[in-house]
């Protein structure tokens, strides 16, 4: 099949109905051999919006999502969209504050979330006081402590009466997308139908994806990736394919099982995966995947991938936020990019690096990258409910990124290094801040600071320095196991230590760049020694 031609301005509605009505019988998404056709997808689809539509769900409203991977992430998240409103999918692993400010914050009517997660809810229930209704997967739910809008999400499935399908434009909302603050609260990325048209396009044109092949990835469905591969899929008429989580020994068994030929992973996940030995599996695999799609990667990694499993491209070589979706890249094609750059400006993006002055910096000068907009509705339309952070960080008309890097005479860019605080780690992004608003609740931290140490896979790991009040007698051990379940799982610190003070520049902010220099030291705790 021919690459197909970049649509105009759409929407995720236009193109499913458009799918729907070429290939209604071709699979649309597997989930681990739970295979679902653009047909069979329609009917479900349709039955949670009716549901949806009856609690009063209309144009604009939020609906907050908290489900794993799986065909009903899919189905609700089309669903909110087919009725113009605005789905907010939030990272499974949140709980307490972290949960309660997005949902708080977005203003969502409705939740619907796994079975498993209504203590998440039930718990606060009186501090999210715009949720009308909690829907749940499952049938065990807990009714006791939220009121009459407590029910299974499958007694919300409809069957009867007119299938809603309400007009939208590009423009419109499709989702809200949380991204991690570094100075303040995590900040919704507002998302239009376009810009998740237009980003899953760029990306199958980038790895040079048609509609015969098919895509498979562990990437979750409240991250770009995830929706990536769903969107893409959906957009060329083919068939994407999503596993529930990522399992190094389970990778190529599913790989054989799904017969996908292109793979997005997190770089983390691709260095595990060299770094197991051969299998009888990997070995009948050899030269199933085509294309690997992994960032960041070392940069032995894609030539040990080609060798090892036959490969013909591994890119890692992209550059991109929530905000801006992928601004740098380098097609899976490209023989002229030299391999240490993060790719160069696609034709949606004008991408410059600037001084502090907000001007060019010139060759090989490092500075900050800053992106703006070739082409309408490319780019996040703002922060939600929050016009004072889209004004900061969109000064002199161009979105400032915050990181650091240079670009050479022929349009490379090399990346330097990432902006302050935030800490990224196995593909999360970490907000510092609220961390450190986390453990500044235990009752014997007097002082904490969060941030990041290189880890052995690639990205970041976690570090918290704390100072303790005086007398405490907590000890490492015991500040983990309390932040287990005050904190999502992959934000836990691996590494703590204690000290006396924290470094402090004239005005009394803490030096965090001292503290990442210093990385683990003699005195640090570490987490992976204990068990």
């Known amino acids: 099949m021919a690459e197909a031609k970049r649509p105009g301005l759409t929407t995720l509605n236009e193109q499913f109905m458009a799918a729907l009505e070429a290939v209604p019988d071709r699979t649309f998404m597997d989930f681990e051999g739970d295979q679902y056709s653009y047909d069979a997808m329609e009917d479900q689809i349709a039955r949670v919006a009716r549901g949806l539509e009856s609690l009063g769900i209309q144009h604009g409203d939020r609906v907050v999502t908290l489900l794993e991977t799986g065909p009903d992430g899919v189905i609700c998240w089309f669903a909110i969209n087919r009725l113009g409103a605005i789905n907010v999918p939030i990272n499974t692993a949140y709980m307490g504050d972290f949960l ?191 294309t690997l799609v992994a960032a960041p990667l070392p940069a032995e990694l894609p030539a040990i991938w080609k060798e090892r499993f036959g490969l013909e491209w591994v890119t890692g070589r992209t550059y991109g936020s929530t905000e801006c979706g992928q601004a740098l890249e380098a097609r899976f094609d490209s023989t002229d990019a030299p391999p240490s750059s993060c790719g160069r400006a696609n034709d949606a993006f004008d991408v410059r690096v600037f001084d502090e002055n907000d001007e060019d910096v010139g060759p090989d000068v490092e500075g900050e990258i800053v992106v703006r907009p070739r082409r309408p509705l490319v780019m996040y339309s703002g922060y939600w409910n ?47 801040y609220e961390m450190e608003l986390t453990f500044s609740t235990h009752p014997e931290v007097s002082e904490v600071a969060i941030h990041a140490v290189a880890s052995d896979v690639t990205e970041d790991d976690v570090k918290a320095t704390v100072v303790l009040r005086q007398g405490a007698s907590t000890s490492e051990t015991d500040i983990r196991e309390w932040a287990k379940t005050r904190i999502p799982k992959f934000a836990l610190p691996r590494y703590i230590e204690f000290r006396s003070e924290l470094p402090k520049n004239p005005i009394g902010r803490i030096r965090k760049f001292e503290l990442r220099a210093e990385g683990v030291t003699s005195a640090t705790w570490d987490s992976q020694s204990q068990s």
């Not at 004004?391 to 915050?402: E, K, T």
Request: charged residues 20%; glycine residues 10%; aromatic residues 8%.
């Open 100 to 290: 309660r400010h997005q949902v708080n914050e977005s203003g969502a009517r409705i939740a619907i979330c796994e079975n498993e997660f209504i203590a998440r809810f039930t718990d606060m229930a009186g501090e999210m006081p715009a949720v009308e209704h909690l829907l749940y997967r499952g049938n065990n739910g807990d009714r006791g402590s939220w009121h009459a809008g407590f029910a299974a999400l499958d007694e919300y499935r409809l069957d009867q009466g007119e299938t809603p399908l309400v007009k939208v434009d590009p423009a419109d909302l499709a989702a809200i997308i949380y991204t991690s603050g570094t100075t303040g609260m995590s900040k919704g990325c507002m998302a239009s139908h376009n810009y998740f048209c237009d980003l899953p396009w760029r990306n199958a044109a980038a790895i040079g994806r048609t509609g015969d092949d098919i895509y498979w990835s562990p990437l979750p469905l409240f991250h770009i990736a995830g929706i990536c591969v769903v969107v893409s899929s959906m957009m060329l008429q083919g068939t994407g394919s999503l596993a529930r989580k990522f399992s190094v020994s389970g990778f190529w068994p599913e790989i054989k099982r799904s017969g996908a030929n292109v793979a997005m992973l997190l770089g983390s996940m691709a260095k595990m995966i060299a770094d197991e030995p051969d299998t009888d599996v990997s070995k009948r695999c050899h030269g199933q995947i085509r």
């Open 386 to 432: 929050n016009p004072q952070a889209t004004i900061a960080a969109s000064h002199n008309l161009w979105h400032h990124m915050g990181d650091r890097a240079r670009v050479d005479e022929a349009g490379n860019f090399f990346f330097v290094d990432r902006s302050k605080d935030v800490i990224r780690r196995r593909g999360e992004n970490i907000s510092s």
